[in-house]
């Protein structure tokens, strides 16, 4: 059993390829790389092809055997493990990413790991604006290239002091499906993902050390589904490929011509780079035999066929041409003749293309037992040696109740949450109410609607904003903002309509409200305003006009207007003098009051009048100095005052006056119907209609109307009337 130290923390790196899964568990100490354990695992059926998995659960429990194995071997539970991707539909974008500072700065790592990720999202977002395959593709891995500092080249950033630094960047992508697949088989098994990154990536990281870097090297990890490709040159990684043809297609071709099932033809396939004579059972049950050479003759077209799509891919990313040499890793490539098939495809010596095992391995040091150091080992070590020099990985997040994966570029926010979901920017941020237009007095105005509530963020129930960082399991929850109302308001809430005008109407100082016309037609201040009405505010009231609003029938009446006779159609326009006489026969001098200057409480009201409870039969026509011979109940006129009944007064000459009864009204209740509700009036000997007002809500501060229409028993009421028990009382604007 392999000897862990508990201090040391442990990497799980699984390499899920095509035909087996290979499970390395290890860890960085200086600058060795130490293996602990490692299991391999082929798959029981044909799970997978050309590194897609097609059955989920099936991998999944073949990395569950693996795990398990391991944590038997190492006494230790495995939760955390790094992955690495293979693809039929690999895409690549080479992008330069730069940050200027303020002034010269000593740059450290996190400077260099802000400059990566400034190139990784510049990278996706050229990627996603050429992406015509209709497929949703996440980055799996990204490479430096080189570093610039201050427009120069520099081998390491670390340590220096500039104020600008650059990078050339290589950012690989691969199909959703892809990364999905793999996630999700991890998952079953019981793991989670703790580094994603590209299988040609990890393979390079043991395969071709940086000291050799400054060549023109390829590297090619030929496995069973695929055949991974990565490009060295000038001491940087410059490209990557991959093709969907490797060791599978070879086996497919045994099975064929042999006439045996897959595995069988797995065998005779590995059995082939042997010298003694093969034996097996063909599907119908018949013991068979075949010599390694008939094998490889059998497989001489694949081959043939395998060596040039990968050379032509590698002529196609070092800029159409051949590299210097060739290192061949994974077991697909340790087919006898491959190697020599390649070179010859490639042009160069058979000699410099080689497969590299344990030959590169010289600085991995095995703890476990019987540790395995050929080719095969190469991706997994490299899987495991990738999360130290680049953290990439995918998180799993819930938006609105929908699972999300996003690429972690260590820096994620609610915002970019909503961005990969299309969130609407609308919904995001608070709406307003439609606006209201229209034009008043001929130029354009215009109301804004209110104001909307902002969205509402929560993770995990807690509330959050659009810049707060998320992590791996998160539940995010946006509630869409509001719009607020549509923009309203009436003829009276106009600044405009506010002022008011000053007139004199017989000797009385009054202000009356400014009225207005909408689209030709006379309106009242509670007109709510439509969209595009064209308003004009008049400065002015007619004669009859003004009669309407104090009430008063001014037809035939004499008229003057600032002392010059008039009509009911002259206009009164601000500090105009109006005097008119009614019915021609006594002048009107007395007070007026104006639906505009209505006394604010009953009891100004009252005062106005005059009233008071000896003198409840007093009429309004009196009041203003009208004709009396349209008096109100309990009016006296001459005669009948000289000739009066009252048995307290003697009509008769030098009569003695008779000792005064006490007849003076008792305070009583009075039971009346007010608007349609019952009310008991008390407190009062007698009581007139004014006095409904201290008992039903009536506001005369804000007239809805030009004036008050007061009715007793469904006939016209002064203010004065008298009121008796029973009555039913109607008030409201007209």
Not at 434 to 453: E, N, S, V
Not at 542 to 553: I, S, Y
């Amino acid at each position: 059993m392999a000897k862990v130290k508990a201090q040391d923390n442990l990497i799980f790196g699984l390499d899920i390829g095509t035909r087996s899964i290979v499970g390395t568990v290890g860890y960085l100490k200086g600058e060795e790389f130490h293996v602990s354990a490692q299991c391999v695992k082929e798959h029981e059926t044909r799970a997978m092809l050309d590194g897609q998995i097609h059955d989920i659960m099936k991998v999944g429990d073949t990395v569950k055997s693996v795990k398990e194995a391991l944590e038997k071997e190492l006494s230790v539970k495995l939760t955390d493990v790094c992955i690495a991707a293979a693809g039929r539909v690999l895409r690549t974008v080479t992008v330069n990413a730069e940050k200027v500072f303020d002034g010269d700065k000593e740059i450290n790592n996190e400077d260099i790991y802000n400059l990566q990720m400034d190139g990784v999202e510049k990278a996706y977002a050229e990627f996603c604006n050429v992406n015509d395959t209709g497929l949703k593709f996440y980055c799996v891995g990204y490479t430096p290239v080189r570093y610039y500092m201050n427009g120069y080249s520099i081998g390491n950033l670390e340590g220096h002091k500039a104020g600008k630094i650059a990078i050339d960047l290589i950012a690989t992508f691969l199909p959703d499906d892809v990364v999905d697949g793999l996630y999700k088989a991890v998952e079953y098994a019981g793991l989670k993902v703790a580094n994603l990154t590209l299988e040609p990536i990890a393979a390079i990281q043991v395969a071709i050390p940086e000291k050799f870097r400054m060549l023109n090297l390829a590297l090619v990890d030929v496995g069973a589904g695929t055949s991974d490709i990565s490009i060295t040159s000038g001491g940087s990684i410059v490209a990557y490929g991959m093709i969907p043809t490797a060791g599978d297609g070879l086996t497919d071709v045994i099975a064929q011509n042999c006439l045996v099932e897959f595995d069988t033809a797995e065998r005779i396939k590995r059995a082939s780079d042997g010298t003694e004579t093969i034996e097996f059972e063909d599907i119908i049950g018949l013991p068979q035999t075949i010599e390694p050479a008939a094998v490889l003759e059998m497989l001489e077209p694949q081959l043939d066929s395998m060596t040039t799509a990968v050379a032509e891919e590698i002529k196609k990313l070092n800029g159409d041409k051949s590299v210097s040499a060739v290192f061949v890793v994974g077991g697909g490539g340790t087919v006898s003749g491959y190697t020599e098939k390649l070179a010859d495809k490639l042009g160069i010596a058979k000699e410099r293309v080689a497969i590299r095992g344990k030959e590169v391995m010289q600085t991995i040091q095995f703890e476990n037992d019987d540790p395995i150091k050929d080719s095969l080992m190469v991706t997994p070590i490299g899987i495991c040696l990738s999360y130290y020099t680049q953290s990439n990985n995918f998180i799993f997040v819930e938006f609105n109740g929908t699972r999300l994966k996003l690429y972690d570029n260590g820096n994620l926010t609610v915002s970019d949450v909503a961005m990969q979901m299309s969130f609407s920017n609308d919904d995001l941020f608070p709406k307003r109410g439609k606006a209201l237009t229209f034009t008043l007095d001929d130029k354009a105005k215009m109301i804004r609607g209110t104001q909307g509530d902002s969205c509402i963020i929560t993770i995990n129930d807690a509330p959050a904003d659009l810049h707060t960082q998320i992590i791996s399991g998160d539940r995010i929850v946006i509630v869409p903002s509001t719009k607020g109302e549509d923009a309203k308001a009436t003829l009276g809430e106009l600044k405009e309509m506010a002022e008011q005008l000053k007139l004199t109407v017989n000797g009385k100082n009054i202000s009356l409200p400014k009225t207005a016309t909408v689209n030709g037609e006379i309106k009242a201040t509670f007109y709510e305003i439509e969209e595009g009405d064209v308003i004009n505010i008049n400065n002015f009231y007619t004669v009859e006009a003004l009669g309407e609003v104090l009430d008063c029938k001014l037809d035939g009446c004499s008229i003057l207007v600032n002392g010059t006779p008039a009509n009911i159609n002259t206009r009164v326009y601000e500090g105009f003098t109006l005097d008119f006489t009614v019915n021609n026969s006594e002048a009107v001098t007395s007070e007026v009051t104006t639906a505009n200057e209505m006394p604010t409480t009953y009891e100004e009201l009252a005062a106005e009048d005059d009233y008071s409870d000896e003198d409840a039969s007093v009429t309004v026509e009196e009041s203003l100095g009208g004709d009396k011979s349209d008096a109100g109940v309990g009016t006296k006129t001459d005669a009948e005052s000289n000739n009066s009944a009252d048995p307290k007064v003697s009509n008769e000459p030098n009569a003695s006056v008779e000792p005064a009864i006490n007849t003076e009204p008792q305070v009583r209740d009075l039971r009346i119907i007010a608007n349609g509700k019952e009310i008991i009036m008390h407190g009062k000997k007698q009581y007139v209609f004014v006095d409904v007002f201290d008992y039903i809500e009536f506001d005369l501060r804000n007239p809805a109307g030009r004036h008050v229409v007061t009715l007793i028993n469904g006939v016209d009421a002064e203010y004065m009337k008298p009121l008796v028990d029973g009555d039913v009382l109607e008030i409201y604007w007209r």
